[in-house]
């Protein structure tokens, strides 16, 4: 009877001891207004803790509370204290808060994580920073006993609070996105073809950080060309397909890049001439290069704004020529400006 008896002692401390590891809480707090880079932190943060063995509540801040006020400091040890969390992860466009609560003594801590707006990568730096940060300052708090980061549960995994962090499998956070975007462009040559407005269609495939693209625009206005032999109609149409490369985020919603492109160019000429002389219909395909620097505008989570201007060499080029006179010549270079709306699907 003793030897069971002392059996069962050790498996109910054994039980008490994995039981406090496991039961251990941490709230994540998003901001009150999202982008791209605080929606990927975000994601980072919870799949994270979850691989190392946190329960994980997710709220949302509402209103623009100052980080260092009162209120807004009340407000995070409330929400903390409600879910029985040790500790909260309150993320801001500027970073992450880092919440130390030790209820029972009714302290708390706070440590603050800036964001490398420049650096790349900078939404995952800024998660396992953070968690970091979490996971030292639970452990010099005595909320975690420094056994349960190297014994292991049959049933479920422990924090870790000595192993180093492993970033989470990169399809769980970055996922490639597919946009579709619809607008215009006004293309011209710098040798006397005048401006073409031309509806556009834009397929883009982001790939953290490329992003790549495929245009066709055409089947819009066709520049007229005169001279005393006779007048024509230039009509265009092109297809790319490339990829752009972000210069870095600024006010978290602006984005520049550059980009490199090739793909076609289709040329059209319907020439009418003077009597007693006649004109022709022509066609010319040329292959196309276009370099490019364009500013995306983040308007919601889900929709965006591009502009972008472009320049264009085709190779061959066309010239347009009335008898032995070449009047107009186009490809060499064609500039372009575009502006289009886009949404991810």
């Not at 498996?11 to 994540?28: E, F, I, N, P, T």
């Not at 693209?213 to 265009?236: C, D, M, V, W």
């Not at 061959?316 to 064609?334: C, K, L």
Request: glycine residues 8%; hydrophobic residues 45%; charged residues 20%.
């Amino acid at each position: 009877m003793r030897v069971w008896g002392l059996a069962l002692a050790l498996a109910g401390a054994w039980w008490a001891w994995s039981a406090s590891a496991l039961a251990l809480s941490v709230a994540l707090i998003g901001p009150p207004e999202h982008s791209r880079q605080t929606d990927e932190a975000l994601a980072r943060m919870r799949g994270e803790l979850l691989s190392l063995g946190f329960e994980v509540t997710v709220s949302e801040r509402s209103g623009a509370l100052e980080g260092d006020s009162s209120a807004a400091r009340a407000r995070i040890v409330r929400i903390a204290t409600e879910r029985g969390a040790a500790g909260a992860l309150d993320l801001s466009p500027s970073g992450v808060d880092v919440w130390i609560i030790d209820a029972a003594a009714s302290r708390y801590n706070v440590t603050q994580v800036e964001l490398e707006a420049d650096a790349p990568n900078a939404s995952e730096r800024l998660a396992i920073r953070a968690i970091e940060v979490l996971r030292s300052g639970l452990l010099e708090a005595g909320l975690v006993p420094r056994a349960a980061s190297a014994t292991p549960t049959p049933s479920a995994p422990t924090p870790s609070l000595e192993a180093p962090i492993l970033p989470a499998p990169k399809h769980e956070v970055e996922r490639a996105r597919v946009g579709l975007e619809l607008g215009a462009a006004a293309l011209a040559s710098l040798d006397r073809v005048g401006p073409a407005i031309l509806p556009m269609l834009r397929l883009d495939w982001d790939m953290r950080p490329w992003l790549v693209r495929a245009t066709f625009a055409g089947f819009g206005t066709r520049p007229k060309l005169t001279s005393p032999a006779g007048r024509a109609h230039l009509a265009q149409q092109y297809g790319l397909v490339g990829a752009s490369y972000p210069l870095g985020v600024f006010f978290g919603r602006f984005t520049p890049s550059v980009g490199l492109a090739m793909g076609f160019l289709h040329t059209s000429v319907d020439a009418r001439a003077a009597p007693p002389k006649q004109g022709h219909a022509l066609e010319k395909w040329s292959l196309l290069m276009d370099g490019s620097l364009a500013a995306a505008f983040e308007l919601t989570r889900r929709y965006y704004l591009t502009l972008a201007t472009h320049v264009q060499m085709a190779q061959p080029y066309v010239a347009i020529r009335f008898v032995d006179e070449t009047v107009a010549s186009s490809g060499r270079p064609n500039l372009l400006l575009s502006c289009s709306l886009g949404g991810w699907l």
